[in-house]
Nanobody, 124 residues
């Protein structure tokens, strides 16, 4: 069975930092684009950040640019989301996803594998 496991969520004060990790199980996604999405209570899931298969191209939601960084390890196995200067509006469940293609995509339907999510809560 193939799945993704997120970790690193938690409760942090506004202005703080968290680093989310995504570990694949059952297979590797070294040839796939990877992304982070989030869903806040009462809101639809939204794209946060994506990285292409090689790690040399990234895209971000405008509201997180310059605060969040998505990156892959050298083996392109793990994917991370470094979040800094966190705001209350960043509170959400964060999901890791793996695409069925190597290039970056912001569209949720292009991601075939999803994790269970990790809760990020930012207090003011």
């Amino acid at each position: 069975q193939v799945y993704l496991v997120e970790s690193g969520g938690g409760l942090v004060q506004a202005g703080g930092s968290l680093k989310l990790s995504c570990a694949p199980s059952g297979r590797t996604f070294s040839n796939s684009a990877m992304a982070w999405f989030r869903q806040a209570p009462g809101k639809e899931r939204e794209f946060v950040a994506a990285i292409n298969w090689s790690g040399d191209s990234t895209e971000y939601l405008d509201s997180v640019k310059a605060r969040f960084t998505i990156f892959r390890d050298n083996s392109k196995t793990m994917v991370y989301l470094q979040m800094t200067s966190l705001k209350a509006e960043d509170t959400a469940i964060y999901y890791c996803a793996a695409a069925n293609r190597p290039g970056i995509t912001r569209l949720g339907w292009t991601y075939a594998w999803w994790g269970q999510g990790t809760q990020v809560t930012v207090s003011e």
